[in-house]
Antibody
Framework: QFQIVQSGAEVKKPGASVKVSCKTS????????IHWVRQAPGQSLEWMGW????????GYSEKFQGRLSITRDTSASTTYMQLNSLRSADTAVYYC???????????WGQGSLVTVSS | EIVLTQSPGTLSLSPGERATLSCRAS???????LAWYQQKFGQPPRLLIY???SRATDIPDRFDGSGSGTDFTLTISRLKPEDFAVYYC?????????FGGGTRVDSK
């Protein structure tokens, strides 16, 4: 069974960077993408970007262009999301999720809370 | 960017009642590339429906997705206590992916 485990909570100061990891395990017979989605407190979900498991190709929401980097380490079955120049509005739970073969995202990681505060 | 508008914002119902949730898109979603998720407090979203009407693995048949183009509906035929949660629609037809603002289904 495919599973995802994310890294723990982080507290960062404005202007700093954060790097969240997303470790996958379990068998999969088809290539897939890992997507990153964030959720600010009490808010809806916001898609940030994705990376393909095989090719490493990435795509980003224009909102985060220049600040966001998604990378992978295939040997460690881990994907990383780095967000730079953090501001208080970046305080959110950050989720990674696998693309579901039929569409949508499934499963999701448990989420990583990133708090940006001076 | 495709904007998804969900209504109502909150639905107050009793167990056993029928819930009808709406998701309207600002432009047509080709190939019905629309999903629905359930989210409970402190948990990640759970995929319920993909392709507008296909149930994900282990999702009970009381959850039914329908619609096409710009209008989509999630129906929960007979609410169970575990169904009280927030529901989001998600379009993956075009980049950026977008989500609706959510509908909260709570107990009357």
């Amino acid at each position: 069974q495919f599973q995802i485990v994310q890294s723990g909570a982080e507290v960062k100061k404005p202007g700093a960077s954060v790097k969240v990891s997303c470790k996958t395990s379990g068998s999969t017979f088809t290539p897939y993408s890992i997507h990153w989605v964030r959720q600010a407190p009490g808010q809806s979900l916001e898609w940030m970007g994705w990376i393909h498991s095989d090719t490493g190709k990435t795509g980003y929401s224009e909102k985060f262009q220049g600040r966001l980097s998604i990378t992978r380490d295939t040997s460690a079955s881990t994907t990383y999301m780095q967000l730079n120049s953090l501001r208080s509005a970046d305080t959110a739970v950050y989720y990674c999720a696998r693309s579901h073969l039929g569409g949508g995202f499934d499963p999701w990681g448990q989420g990583s809370l990133v708090t940006v505060s001076s | 960017e495709i904007v998804l508008t969900q209504s109502p914002g909150t639905l107050s119902l009793s167990p056993g009642e029928r819930a009808t949730l709406s998701c309207r898109a600002s432009q047509s979603i080709n190939n019905n590339y629309l999903a629905w998720y359930q989210q409970k407090f402190g948990q990640p979203p759970r995929l319920l429906i993909y392709g507008a009407s296909s149930r994900a693995t282990d999702i009970p048949d009381r959850f039914d997705g329908s619609g096409s183009g710009t209008d989509f509906t999630l129906t929960i035929s007979r609410l169970k206590p575990e169904d009280f949660a927030v529901y989001y629609c998600h379009q993956y037809n075009s980049s950026p992916h977008t989500f609706g603002g959510g509908t909260r289904v709570d107990s009357k």
